[in-house]
DNA sequence: ATCTTCTAGTGAATTAATTCACAAATAATA
DNA sequence: TATTATTTGTGAATTAATTCACTAGAAGAT
């Protein structure tokens, strides 16, 4: 059974909550809450859920830490997973200290830019490299994850590098879509067009 | 006809693909180019811009001037939009000064912070403002999208703020979904959800 | 002990989204 | 000029996603 990329994103989204709910004490989560939260009805929570054989109990909903568990377990999401960022300009050095990562199971292991000047001025906890030193450390470190945030006439540059250098995901800041080899996993995270979607979608709703 | 959100989200990485190949020169594209850029399907294209009734030309494509300027008059794409941003830490500050928002149609005019101190020691060319201020500014301002930056713990009151300040629009960088008034459009922006989804989406794959 | 209410689970129905298939148009080519 | 190759536009078909409608079970109320 293959899951659809919508219901991948709403269990990711679950597992999040599930997440916050086990460090406020809460035992018990039902559909309707769940659906709440990631901004769908019961009956699709219900149906997600139904592909992962999930244990809910009636009446009373999903046990939150066993569930969470069976989550993490199912999609690796537990194991920490590494990850490196490249150019570490406002936003990548916002991104190298940025502790919740850690908290939710991603570890910052190394940072990169083209600028060693930069580089020696950077204070921070990570190791920082220059870029030419990608495949080497991505390699050393078991690194699984490429965070982009250099301008965007170098995204696809490093994207191919961090392909070649065999991440298996890569996360784009950077406001060109990047392609990568099949096999890998990529999301663009383009800000400019979360804003035209904010401003298209109300603009659509005045009609 | 009231599009979906995927059609709108597809228009939006379109418009923003004509605006680069508009600077290229570029006078003609097809709907096969198209979905590349977008990842989608000529076919999912066509039908999308079929919904605008947009004027294509046999064997030649889409003429990209008019075509960008009939999405940005359909979807006031153009025209600048006010934004501001609350929360002047590591991202805030990163935001704040990002030159690219004001090229693509948006424009940062305020930033607010409940730390004065910290107020006063940025130095960025925008206007910033004790978070007490939000309202008035907002609205003497015509301030139009808010852009949250604060930790999630005060993210849900920074929303209810702007919704009662009277902004259309919300892009939330918290790691927290927000909920706000109908009516208002908002997007949740959650970094560790899109690395959680990477990390999910090829774990699914090697089955 | 019985009744009511709530909640999961799930096949069927519905709705939505995508893809197909092909006509029409026209640029390029021979 | 005739032919070929492309490319749009769109109704029909298909596929995917969501919602409905219902069963079953268990907690809580009476
Ligand atoms: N700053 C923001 O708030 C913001 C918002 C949205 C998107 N972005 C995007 O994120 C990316 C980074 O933005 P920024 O504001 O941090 O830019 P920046 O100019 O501050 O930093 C870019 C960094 O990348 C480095 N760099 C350039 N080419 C490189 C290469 N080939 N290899 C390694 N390092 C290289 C530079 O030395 C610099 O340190 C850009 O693509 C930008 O469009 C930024
Ligand atoms: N830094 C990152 O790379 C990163 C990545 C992903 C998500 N985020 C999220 O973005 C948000 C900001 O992150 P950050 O790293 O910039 O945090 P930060 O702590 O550096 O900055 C937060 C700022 O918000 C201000 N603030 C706090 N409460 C406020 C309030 N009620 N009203 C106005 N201002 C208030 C603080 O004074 C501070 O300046 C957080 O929710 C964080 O989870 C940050």
Redesign the pocket.
Same mark, same amino acid.
């Given at each position: 059974m293959d899951l $659809? !990329?919508? *219901?991948i994103e709403?269990i990711c989204k679950i597992f999040g909550y599930l997440h916050a709910l086990e460090k406020k004490g809460v035992d018990f989560? $039902? $559909? +309707? !809450?769940?659906a709440k939260m990631v901004g769908? *009805?019961?009956? *699709?929570i @219900?149906? !997600?859920?139904?592909f992962l /054989? /999930?244990? /809910? &109990? *009636? @009446? +009373? /909903? &999903?046990e939150v830490r066993s569930f969470k568990k069976e989550l993490g377990q199912r999609f690796q999401l537990t194991e920490k997973r590494k990850a490196c960022i490249i150019g570490l300009g406002r936003l990548g050095t916002a991104l190298l200290d940025y502790e919740n990562f850690q908290e939710d199971g991603f570890e910052i292991v190394a940072g990169f830019d083209c600028n060693v000047n930069k580089i020696e001025r950077i204070r921070t906890s990570i190791d920082v490299f220059a870029v030419s030193r990608l495949a080497e450390i991505v390699d050393a470190r078991n690194i699984e994850l490429g965070i982009i945030a250099v301008p965007a006439e170098s995204a696809q540059e490093i994207a191919d590098q961090l392909a070649a250098a065999g991440v298996k995901g890569i996360l784009n800041f950077s406001p060109v879509k990047i392609s990568v080899p099949e096999g890998i996993v990529h999301v663009d995270m383009d800000f400019t067009n979360a804003l035209r979607f904010i401003a298209a979608r109300f603009v659509m709703m005045k009609k």
């Open positions: $659809s !990329d919508n *219901t709403r989560v $039902s $559909s +309707k !809450d769940l769908a *009805t019961e009956y *699709t @219900r149906k !997600d859920i139904s /054989g /999930g244990p /809910g &109990y *009636t @009446r +009373k /909903g &999903y």
